[in-house]
């Protein structure tokens, strides 16, 4: 059953409820225990399920005897920042973005800074050549407003806008 993945179900905060959404259905959750959010199993962009654990065949199932249906969970996953299928963030990722965004604007940017910013901060938050501009613009706003600005920008910003945005 190599190739097989389950569902993740994962609150809209980003925190993960369950890899294993079909194969253990005791383990769903509308609500998240830790932040009281909703959850969600698929990517509310396109609908596609977020991938879980990899579904594994029992290694010692001789034919249900036990009522398992001779699959188990695999090794734990992680929550992914982005879809897969449609590219788009999902809200966890999209809400940091976001929020790094509004708070940038109550430090006052100026016009120039808010035109490029949103772009700016979704390109920081990825591995891509675009990335290094765009921590560059950040850089020098994170620059006025010192050490709060850039702990933000820190917590998602991708290796590439890391090494932009630390060389100093
Ligand atoms: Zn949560
Ligand atoms: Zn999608």
Redesign the pocket.
Known sequence: MSGNYDVQQVCKNGHQITGSYNIRPDKRKDFCQECGETTIIA?P??G?AIEGTQIKARPDYSGGRSGHSGIVPGSPVGVPDY?S??G?PYPWRENTIVAAIQMFAELGIDENEESTIDEDMHNIAKDIPQAKPSAMRIKRICDKYGTVAYNVVMEFASKTAAEVLKNQ
Do not use: F, R
């Open positions: 990517c962009s396109c596609e879809c299928n449609c788009k």
